[in-house]
Structure formats: C-alpha cells, structure tokens
Nanobody, 118 residues
Framework: VQLQASGGGLVQAGGSLRLSCGAS????????MGWYRQAPGKQRELVAS???????NYADSVKGRFTISRNNAANTVYLQMNSLKPEDTAVYYC?????????????WGQGTQVTVSS
C-alpha cells in the first residue's frame, strides 16, 4: 500500500494549510489513518489520527487548531491546519494501517514540509 501526501508549504503565523494523503494499492481495508510530524532534532510525534469509525485523537499542542478527516471511498485522509504557529514547522508524514489483499500493512507517506514563519 502506497501513500502520497501533498499540501505542505510556507505560510505566515496565523495562516492555514490543508494536507491531503491518498492511499493506493492492494487495499482491503484501512483501520487508522494519521498524521505525524518531525521537526529538526526532534523525534517523530503523532499529530492526529482517525479510525474507520471517525473516532479522532489529537496531540494536545494542536487541539482546537487542527482537524483531521477522511474520505473512505477515496482512501484519503486530510489535515486542516488553522492558526498555525512557528512551532508547527516540521515535515509531516501520513500513516495508514489495515489489511491488504496480501496481509496487514502499516504504510508511511513520503513526507511534506510545512514551514510557518513568524
């Protein structure tokens, strides 16, 4: 299963960006889709995740500012990021796990850079 992320870029503090990530390949089901980020010199951290039943989970640092959603028919997950702060600057990675036609998978996208200027 392959994931393709898009939507990163450069934005001023207070601005918004929307990330998208589509899954393709031998997909039988997708359980959890999520977004992680990794800033320079820091470990990768969970930003938000969403289950197939639309249960969501957010890092405390983004609650109230970011919204995760998914389109199950299109195997796509989105991350709407509002009120961006310079500390949101990082490479954002999408993740999906579930069952493929050849067995379970846990796949990562290639990462998309988000830079927030002060």
């Amino acid at each position: 299963v392959q994931l393709q992320a898009s939507g990163g870029g450069l934005v001023q503090a207070g601005g918004s960006l929307r990330l998208s990530c589509g899954a393709s390949g031998s997909i039988a089901s997708i359980n959890v889709m999520g977004w992680y980020r990794q800033a320079p010199g820091k470990q990768r951290e969970l930003v938000a995740s969403i289950t197939s039943g639309d249960n969501t989970n957010y890092a405390d640092s983004v609650k109230g500012r970011f919204t995760i959603s998914r389109n199950n028919a299109a195997n796509t997950v989105y991350l709407q990021m509002n009120s961006l702060k310079p500390e949101d600057t990082a490479v954002y990675y999408c993740n999906a796990n579930g069952r493929g036609r050849r067995g379970p998978y846990d796949s990562w996208g290639q990462g998309t850079q988000v830079t927030v200027s002060s």
